[in-house]
């Protein structure tokens, strides 16, 4: 039982690169999350999605891109890298929206440094 | 505005001592109160929840405690382990706080010493 799965785990782009976070569940889980974690800090939304097909904007889209055309796969996509962007990030799914006692499972995350 | 704050960046305890970590909220319209737990390298996991009907959850060593009228709520680790040792984070949620997602504090560090 994998849960959720993210690659790469690290990954130094440079200035103005772009790339592409994986992000895979196995667990039939229709929401899905990316969060990313500045030092010290906690963890902000970038992006979610609510089933295949459907994403919207978390508190810190800018930057970054989302699809979700299957259940299980939610990439995503850094245009244009800016050292701003130096973060580790979290995939996440749940199966409600409204987590309630169960909380959400997170990936292992990607660190990514941009330089 | 920060609408969740762990106000200790860090705490230290004995082994077999109790640890009490403390989260404070500013928006009364959170209904949800979770707890992660976060290894380094590794992704936050799952610890225990309250709904805001309750005043007091527990699971084995870890009780967590919420207290509506002050926006705090606790999470009491009881006795301690080594194994504890690791960041935790609060996080709420609400049905009409961004479509019920969950908003977390900066964590708190934790360190049980043998």
């Known amino acids: 039982n994998a849960g959720v799965t993210q690659t790469p785990k690290f990954r130094i782009l440079k200035i103005g690169q772009s790339m592409t976070l994986q992000c895979t569940q196995d667990m039939n889980h229709n929401y899905m999350y990316w969060y990313r974690q500045d030092p010290g800090m906690g963890l902000k939304l970038i992006y979610y999605s609510v089933g295949a097909g459907i994403t919207d904007k978390g508190e810190v889209p800018n930057g970054y891109n989302v699809s979700r055309s299957t259940t299980e796969d939610f990439p995503l996509r850094l245009e244009l890298a800016a050292p701003s962007q130096t973060s580790v990030y979290f995939c996440?799914?749940?199966?409600?929206?409204?987590?309630?006692?169960?909380?959400?499972?997170f990936g292992s995350g990607t660190r990514l440094t941009v330089v | 505005d920060q609408q969740v704050k762990q106000n200790s960046p860090s705490l230290s305890v004995q082994e077999g001592r109790i640890s009490i970590l403390n989260c404070d909220y500013t928006n009364s319209m959170f209904d949800y109160f979770l707890w992660y737990k976060k290894y380094p390298a590794e992704g936050p996991t799952f610890l225990i929840s309250?709904?805001?009907?309750?005043d007091k959850n527990e699971d084995g060593r870890f009780t967590v405690f919420l207290n509506k009228s002050a926006k705090h709520l606790s999470l009491h680790i009881v006795p301690s382990q080594p194994g504890d040792s690791a960041v935790y984070f609060c996080?709420?949620?609400?049905?009409?706080?961004?479509?019920?997602?969950?908003?977390f504090g900066d964590g708190t560090t934790l360190t049980v010493k043998p």
């Open positions: 996440a799914s749940s199966y409600t929206h409204r987590v309630g006692g169960h909380g959400y499972t």
């Open positions: 996080a709420a949620s609400a049905a009409w706080i961004n479509a019920g997602k969950s908003t």
């Open positions: 309250i709904s805001s009907i309750k």
